[in-house]
């Protein structure tokens, strides 16, 4: 069965293509063009290159965030259409859980971070791809002082790792370009869960926020 993985969090984005646990082709790109411009062109391409047609792929793997939330919309959306017109599954993978399973045999816990912004993170801990803790939004101190209590080594991943690595210091580990998300990890956790019967539909299928948008925030103000 081919597996689709679709990534649109964060500035990075991309699309894989598995066949059953087995890597076909990998898109990825790391550029500030929209998700909108890129996301259907490169899906396009990889189809191509790899010689399948889209009617093939079998079950389609996203990304849910948290994270951009206008990235976030594109890529459900996508994978929302996709699912009704081929009518198959999707799994739901949150940005958190395919960063602890593409790092899962690092010898320690993986903290996955989210960049909130203001020094605030969504974040999440794994330990050979297993979640350690739920997942949660704080402050980076919040995070670090987590890690120093686990007395474990850790390695920090995502864009939230990169852009406070040296709030997060020498001692730590920091996975710079190496630790952007792969959407390869994304379709084959997304495989595996569908095998489970853990799966969505087009229908039941939605964004993984973790915090209220700005327009629900002002909102809410004016009430």
Known sequence: MYVLGIDTSTTTGGVALLNDDQLVGEFVLNIRT????????????????????????????????????????????????LSHALGI?????????????????????????????????????FRQGVAVNSPAWGTLDEVLDWARRSQEPCLYVGDGANNYAERIGAGNEVQPSQGLLRPSAVAHLGYLRF??????????LN???MRQTE???????QM
């Not at 790899?50 to 990235?71: K, N």
């Not at 903290?111 to 801990?125: M, P, S, T, Y």
């Not at 327009?215 to 103000?221: D, G, S």
Request: hydrophobic share 40%; no cysteine.
């Open 89 to 125: 599954k999707v799994v739901g993978v949150t940005t958190l859980e395919g960063y602890g399973w593409q790092f899962k045999y690092f010898p320690g816990i993986v903290l996955a971070l989210v960049d909130a912004r203001r020094e605030n993170v969504f974040w999440q801990a």
């Open 195 to 204: 095998l489970k019967g853990e799966y969505s539909d087009a229908f039941t």
């Open 34 to 81: 929209t998700h909108s411009e890129r996301l259907l062109p490169a899906l396009e391409e990889l189809l191509t290159s790899g010689g399948i047609e889209v009617a093939q792929v079998g079950l389609l793997s996203v990304v849910t965030g948290p994270g951009s939330f206008t990235g976030l919309r594109i890529g459900v959306a996508t994978a929302k259409g």
């Open 215 to 221: 327009a629900e925030r002002k909102w809410q103000e």
């Open 207 to 209: 964004p993984t926020y």
